[in-house]
């Protein structure tokens, strides 16, 4: 390369890299955005029909995790790790015997797993999401879908922070997993209810 062709590459790649450094800063310019779930504010609720009277209800987590969003490409991406043995119900011997290896197996398979790689948005917010979810060793597709979803600036502590979050329901079989205790007196389908936050400095 002569010299004239090495200056004129010098500058050409110079002025790539100030308009690449500019256009990251530029305000307003759509990035993805990285958030980790606040474990105050990220856990799982559950109900399964009883015997066709009444409702189990509990909860698992907190949930940990992070989920990276970018409205203007329609892309998302979530990696959600549920402890199976927070399990609660406000009952004690029935958490027990929920954590047992025919139902959640706590011990054997400790953590559930939900990643999301397809995010539907409308405008900058999520109304959908859908994945795989991962519990006792099998992984089956899963959609939740927002029931609510917004973003605020909490201003509470030395610096803002950006925070996104809301409350997502999806249903799943639980004899797709391999967890078939009980039926069909106690119900085979799970609804879900997931509240999240996540937090960005």
Partial sequence: MNAIA?????????ATLVLGLLAGAAPGLAQPLTYHLDPAHSWVHFEVLHFGTSTIRGRIGPVRGSVTVDPAAGRGELGLAVPTASVSTGIGVFDARLREDDLLAAKAHPEAWFVATRFVFDGSRV???????????????????ATRYACRSDTTGPAPVQVCGGDFEGELLRSDFGATFGLPFVADRVRLQVQVEGRRP
């Fill in 6 to 14: 090495a200056r004129t590459a010098a500058r050409t790649a110079g």
């Fill in 127 to 145: 109304v959908s999401l859908r994945g795989e979810f991962t519990w006792r060793g099998v992984s089956q597709p899963l959609t939740l879908n």
